[in-house]
């Protein structure tokens, strides 16, 4: 949540050196998403 409001914060000053930075901190951050470790694969619905 704190990263979120400082992206706002940074958006409404046009703060743009502060919303790079937080982008980039984003960007990076996906790759730890497609880790196998994080993935359910044993993943079953209602119908089986």
């Known amino acids: 949540m704190k ?18 930075r ?3 901190k984003c960007r990076s951050g996906k790759s730890n998403i497609v880790s196998p470790k994080k993935i359910n694969l044993n993943f079953q619905d209602d119908n089986g």
């Open 3 to 20: 990263r979120e409001n400082e992206l706002l914060d940074a958006v409404k000053s046009s703060n743009i050196s502060s919303i790079q």
């Open 22 to 24: 937080i982008l980039s």
